[in-house]
């Protein structure tokens, strides 16, 4: 079996004068422009008060993929305008993803409601991340059924889509866990048709309650592999390993053992949490965009061997 191992871990920062260098980040979302790295995070007021967002989507950019200079007006705000009470992102703005395309980009977010009861999956487009216009909402559950968040997006070698996300599944004890559903579309802009969920939990291992989706990206000669995220019931989340077949219909593998765990919080109040957002190829190695108690960012140098 191949084996994603961590060689390395760097903090990342947000530089000093940033609008938002007060609040909390997570979900990190880093891609290279030329020499240039790129940044849509989410921030979330600290502390998160009753009538605060759940989060606003900020970008930015680095020169070493370290210190992150973040824009001083946010890229995508929730929907606060009178008549916008039932908006799908009027309680928040999470989990950017962005798809950098020919004429300009596409972001997926996730939305949350104004009574923070239900998140959806949320498209925007522009021709530059700075100029950005809500267009759909691509993926809702039905009422009471929970959340769809946490976007990646990948392209066959057919041509075709798959978009991945996170859901929210009740079972018969009432107790809710997070798991990973994909949907298919011939091109983006299409309807997206549910498929079957591409893996489940384990029942005897670190991930066997919930799971959250992470990016996925691919070494030379190796499956496409994706850094998800699974948790305990008490919702301890680590971050493993799973690859597919290039067409995505099938597991090839999946690691045993977590790639990434997070160290013991300084604040016990803090959350038991490593969440994998983004990743960016660099030569031989993967460098993996993460958040720690939801409220830190790190990278992970990550080596694959075959």
């Excluded at 390395?8 to 240039?36: C, L, N, Y």
């Excluded at 979330?44 to 008060?49: C, K, M």
């Excluded at 889509?161 to 859901?167: A, D, G, I, N, Q």
Aim: hydrophobic residues 40%; negative net charge.
């Amino acid at each position: 079996m191949p084996a994603y191992v961590v060689d390395q871990i760097d903090v990342v920062t947000i530089a000093d004068g940033s609008s938002f260098a007060a609040m909390d980040m997570m979900s990190p979302f880093v891609w290279k422009e030329g020499e240039r790295y790129r940044i849509m995070v989410r921030a979330v007021p600290d502390p998160l008060r009753p009538n605060d967002p759940t989060g606003i989507i900020a970008s930015g950019w680095s020169d070493d993929g370290l210190e992150f200079h973040l824009d001083h007006q946010p890229a995508i705000a929730p929907d606060t305008a009178p008549d916008a009470a039932d908006a799908a992102d009027a309680g928040g703005c999470e989990d950017p993803t962005v798809l950098v395309r020919p004429d300009g980009y596409v972001v997926y977010y996730t939305g949350v409601d104004a009574r923070r009861e239900q998140g959806a999956m949320v498209a925007a487009a522009g021709t530059s991340v700075e100029a950005l216009t809500k267009r759909r909402v691509v993926l809702k559950a039905p009422p009471g059924e929970g959340n769809i968040k946490e976007a990646t997006i990948v392209q066959t070698p057919a041509g075709d889509w798959r978009l991945f996300y996170e859901y929210a599944a009740a079972f018969e004890n009432g107790v809710a866990a997070s798991r990973i559903g994909v949907a298919r579309a011939d091109a983006l802009g299409d309807t997206w048709i549910a498929l079957d969920d591409p893996f489940g939990i384990r029942v005897d291992g670190w991930d066997n309650w919930h799971l959250s989706t992470g990016p996925i990206c691919q070494m030379p000669g190796a499956d496409p592999v994706m850094f998800y995220n699974g948790a305990t019931l008490d919702a301890r989340w680590r971050i493993g390993w799973v690859s597919f077949s290039p067409d995505f219909s099938r597991v090839t593998g999946r690691g045993i053992e977590p790639v990434i765990l997070p160290p013991p919080p300084a604040n016990r109040d803090k959350t038991d949490i490593a969440f994998a957002a983004s990743s960016v190829i660099e030569g031989d190695m993967i460098s993996l965009y993460y958040s720690l108690e939801d409220s830190i960012l790190r990278r992970a140098r990550i080596r694959y061997y075959a």
